[in-house]
């Protein structure tokens, strides 16, 4: 894409090709993604080039490593990326389904059918794979999408797009059914979070300042994804090796990702028997520890070093290898603190007892309440949704893990004699 | 209230009670909406003596007739009000629904659960029976709510929300499961607005105006409500009797709402057929029509008036005696123009022909569509969803009319036995 795209040249060009793709049957759309992954396979060396750029211009800029790695590509990745399209373009199409139905007194016949949305915007930060997840994930629903990367995958994301917008051209659909914002500047993404009219639902994907971002200056509709401050909560008959096998997997096996823990709650009176096991097993994989007054006690003499954890602490998402660690004094008092602190994404009991594992899964106001597994299943993939446009921490909408249906809207059709009220 | 109570109060009350609302058994919020009903009626004198005032500063103000009608309150009023939340108490109750099941591969079962919101806000203009109607679906659907009507109806809301609040904390329910931001002043209500983790969904019920404010300041989700510029499509083999009945109803049964028509659209070549009849029962009811040129040549000698319509009337939602008249060549621009100059809400096409019917049905772009039947359908009572919240013309969350289950949302319970991931 030599001339920059503007987000409301961006948004208007989809809204443009949205009749069009929503138009067309489920095999097109399938053939659709299949063409844009096999095109992105096709131009993996431009694109591979243009990451390169991206690369060199993220070291020269002090790009930390984890996010270096985030943006890297190469041809192996691209064909996983591929292979993820693949696996959207053979997902059942939500589109077409009857939602409801009925007929009405007058005797016109109502039917609800599930629709796409028309266009929609993701906006998100420096990894260039989400662009074809969300264009896939968007294009299985029926949408158009407009995309906008993070500025230091510009090149990156462009040379994707250019290789999708390929793809679905040569499928028949319009090449609009993608399009990215490539002018750069802040008052772009301004633009495309206040396209109304274009736009009909946003999603940032990222941390928590771009997704606040949105949320405090769209006035298209929003839904917020992903941030995850999630508890583990130790009730007095915890299991211990139940405890230390959730603990360890949900803060250790990707502590960057928003549905691992951040914080552990036990019960006082229980803290001194379960507390050394479950932390000994966390520090051994390098778990940076902090807790409070009893939590420190309940370890004294065990050789665990665990920092002071200050207010701001039970607030805080780390995505890294820490938690914070409190007391509480039982099931009422442990969902009162994962209410207050919690960002309702993902949260966990480990429990013995039927009474305490029901009065939490009622009472903990969160996208997923688990008892007795780890919150890393908090996730598209594992609930059977297919491929994952995000996570939904708001309750308009959709809520948790969102799948292709999550793209769409429902619209009610009328057919009727001539009747009137 | 003797107090004024601000917007952060209100929400901050209403947070504080929804978790015990929420709790509560579908039988005890059918019980707490009877008593608040009851309570209304009882109180019914106090009600009628502060719309008294109410009215007396509105005549002052130079309120118009219809604003004046709306705004008023008599003991009959206020016993269908009474009415219309005891139908509400006896509704099916949306929440504990499970929504969708299933074992993971893990071996953890998941069950999604229909959940309540939390807290419920509505800005509405100064019509008071709107208290009462969405306190009554805030609670049914398990929700506290926040209010804050016009401040031409200030004392009647107040006195309203007073008496409900007696008979909600008299069926044993906290009294902030509906609270009114009785505090005066413009910043209350963008304070309302943006009161991120105290309101789970802002509903403005209104004209565009207070609609646009709240989509353009607000920082809560939002539903859109209610406006509507629909059309009513003559295609070429439309049955004339068929055409009169539809367009006299959508028009003029009660213009000054939402789903009635405020365009005409006509098949350029059975204009002269199909106009003259249409148009002339609809001058009959004192309609006031304006249209192109195509249209007043068809009217041409027949005795009937149509002015000349400007570009801004098929943009223009009259809510009055008057519609716009465009002649389109076929199904496919007549689609066209509804799409641009529609709002989404209610449409529909009179016609004999199955694909020109079928085909409007997939192209049009609102809530509800419609074939030979009138747009005064759209309705939440009509569509058997019992009472209504309000009319969603936007594709977030909910779409068309609104019920209790559209102040919903779902939650994902995970058990397992210690899997992790």
Redesign the interface.
Known sequence: MADQVSALQAAQEAKDAS?AVA?CSAAQRSRAIEAAASALEAHSADIVAANAQDMARGRENGMSEPLLDRLFLDEGRIRDIAAGMRAVASQADPVGEVVSG?T???G?R?TQLRVP??VVAAIYEARPNVTADIAALALRAGNACVLRGGSAAALSCEAMVEALREGVAAAGLPAGAVTYVSKPGREQTSDLMRA?GLV??LIPRGGASLIQAC??QA?V???ETGVGNCHLYLERTA?P??AV??A???KT?RPGVCNAIESLLVDRDAAPALLPPVCAALADRGVELVGDADAREALEGGGITMGEATEQDWDTEYLALKISVACVDGVDEAIAHI?AHGTHHSECIVTCDYEA?ERF???V??????????T???DGG???LGAEVGIST????A??PMGATALT?????????????
Request: glycine share 10%.
């Open positions: 009749a138009a009925r009405l007194d007058s016109v109502l949305m028309g109304n009909d639902v949320v405090q006035t509709p929003v839904i299991d090796e139940c096998n959730i360890v997997n949900a096996q209410n594992g899964l009622a009472g106001d969160a996208a997923a309440v688990y008892v007795n597994a780890s890393r299943f908090t594992m609930f059977g708001q309750k308009l909408h809520r948790g809207t429902t619209k009610y059709l009328l057919r009727g004699e001539g009747q009137v009220r």
